[in-house]
């Protein structure tokens, strides 16, 4: 089974700065098969990005994807009061999931 | 627009079972693959299963399989999790999701059923 290390685990930050969350695969994973989710509290997640930088509908441009192999980025470029949440990633591979412990981005 | 919507979480007793379904609207059913991924309380996210848009093959984490049965009735949009000899450690919320096309992640998700294992 793939495990997913996400860093750090909590980011402070200030809206207008920019946020870059890390995801490393213990193997490495298919560009085609690393997502990821935000979620908000009480909320069910909620896709960003899909074969690791194409965007889902309806997501901004200021979140992107980056990164190949085992070592894979999220950025968002300058950080909004709605984007203070916390984001997984997540791979698929073998017909299985798995899912980062997450990184939650929060208000500095 | 596409809506997923579960129902049948409940309070059961270590040992027990329980069945959710999600009902889905919005989107050919048939068309895709389904998942469940459920959440602790307070912890991230478990990939639980996925089925394929015919049901005829499905896969589960090792921590649900041969206890937990995903199943699918496509002629009523309907997507199943029976849950059998339940422990505590199952007490999560479970949310059905919608997968893209290769099942590679979910883009809709449903608002969650709670499941409580306690006696």
């Known amino acids: 089974e793939i495990v997913l290390t996400q860093s750090p685990g909590t980011l402070s930050l200030s809206p207008g700065e920019r946020a870059t969350l890390s995801c490393r695969a213990s193997q490495s994973v298919s560009s085609s098969y690393l997502a990821w989710y935000q979620q908000k509290p009480g909320q069910a997640p909620r896709l960003l990005m899909y074969g690791v930088s194409t965007r889902a509908t309806g997501i901004p441009d200021r979140f992107s994807g980056s990164g190949y192999g085992t070592d894979f980025t999220l950025t968002i470029s300058r950080l909004e009061p709605e984007d203070f949440a916390v984001y997984y990633c997540q791979q698929y591979g073998n017909s299985r999931w798995t899912f980062g412990q997450g990184t939650k981005v929060e208000i500095k | 627009d596409v809506q997923l919507l579960e129902s049948g979480g409940d309070l059961v007793q270590p040992g027990g079972s329980l069945r959710l379904s999600c009902a889905a609207s919005?989107?050919?059913?048939?068309?895709?693959?389904m998942s469940w991924v459920r959440q602790a309380p307070g912890k991230g996210l478990e990939w639980v299963s996925i089925i394929t848009g015919s049901g005829d093959s499905s896969y589960y984490a090792d921590s649900v399989k041969g206890r937990f049965t995903t199943s699918r009735d496509n002629s009523k949009n309907t997507l199943f999790l029976q849950m059998n000899s339940l422990r505590a450690e199952d007490t999560a919320v479970y949310y059905c999701?919608?997968?893209?096309?290769?099942?590679?992640?979910?883009?809709?998700w449903g608002q969650g059923a709670l499941v409580t294992v306690s006696s």
């Open positions: 999701a919608k997968c893209l096309v290769g099942a590679i992640a979910s883009d809709y």
């Open positions: 919005g989107f050919t059913f048939s068309h895709y693959a």
